[in-house]
């Protein structure tokens, strides 16, 4: 019980935090800051828990794997859905703080689950590429722990990318991650549909990452068991 409820407090808390520090700074630029931050936050959440479980799915279930034979990619999936639960009470948390502020919710947010799909089957992608890379290389563990860090403030998460320079403002608006967060914010902020360069940019990372995530790990599927 306590675990679902700090699926709900967590972004909550991290929310009020981070509101404090930065609503004084951007209150003339975002609109609905504590919503604008706060369903940033919980899309790269996800992707961030998402991948990261995924990374390491194989070598915590290495004994398993040595003894029973199971379809290796069944444990990068199971962490990829088990982080999409966590963001389905993570909603909860943004429900409420649209209650609070007395937001009226526009009919386009009725299709949220759109840009949660696209970030799903990009995790997915990723997650799969990452957990039969770590398998051989280790050193990915750390290395990924400190592009996360970094991609998580080229996400625009809790700024207005207005902010940013227009000659590497570039950087953010095709970093896939703010891609889908915008995605997500244009629906239940902004109430409007997103166009359709967003929409083919959303699929278009969608594929990429799942195709070369699964031909990536297939190819080293019958190699993992050796080095796990």
């Known amino acids: 019980v306590l675990g679902i409820v700090w699926s709900v407090l967590n972004p909550l808390l991290f929310m009020l935090c981070t509101t404090i520090v930065f609503s004084t700074m951007f209150r003339n630029?975002?609109?609905?800051?504590?919503?604008?931050?706060?369903?940033?936050?919980?899309?790269f959440s996800f992707f961030a828990e998402s991948t990261g479980l995924a990374q390491t799915s194989l070598i915590e279930n290495g004994s398993l794997i040595k003894k029973v034979y199971t379809p290796k990619y069944i444990f990068p999936l199971s962490k990829v859905f088990f982080a999409l639960v966590n963001l389905s009470f993570s909603l909860i948390a943004v429900f409420l703080i649209i209650l609070i502020m007395g937001y009226s919710i526009p009919l386009t947010s009725m299709l949220f689950f759109l840009p949660i799909m696209y970030l799903f089957l990009f995790s997915l992608g990723?997650?799969?590429?990452?957990?039969?890379l770590t398998v051989?290389?280790?050193?990915?563990?750390?290395?990924?722990?400190?592009?996360?860090?970094?991609?998580?403030f080229f996400s625009a998460?809790?700024?207005?990318?207005?902010?940013?320079?227009?000659?590497?403002?570039?950087?953010?608006?095709?970093?896939?991650?703010?891609?889908?967060?915008?995605?997500?914010?244009?629906l239940i902020l902004d109430g409007h549909l997103p166009d359709l360069k967003l929409n083919l940019l959303a699929v278009l990372y969608c594929l990429v990452s799942t195709i070369i995530g699964y031909r990536i790990f297939k190819k080293n599927e019958n190699k993992i068991v050796l080095f796990i």
Do not use: K
């Open 29 to 43: 630029q975002i609109e609905n800051f504590p919503i604008y931050f706060l369903s940033g936050q919980i899309m």
């Open 126 to 132: 990723i997650g799969l590429l990452l957990s039969s």
């Open 136 to 152: 051989f290389y280790r050193d990915i563990l750390h290395i990924y722990s400190v592009f996360l860090s970094l991609l998580s």
């Open 157 to 186: 998460t809790f700024y207005p990318i207005s902010i940013i320079p227009e000659n590497v403002r570039g950087f953010i608006e095709y970093n896939p991650i703010y891609i889908f967060i915008s995605y997500f914010r244009m």
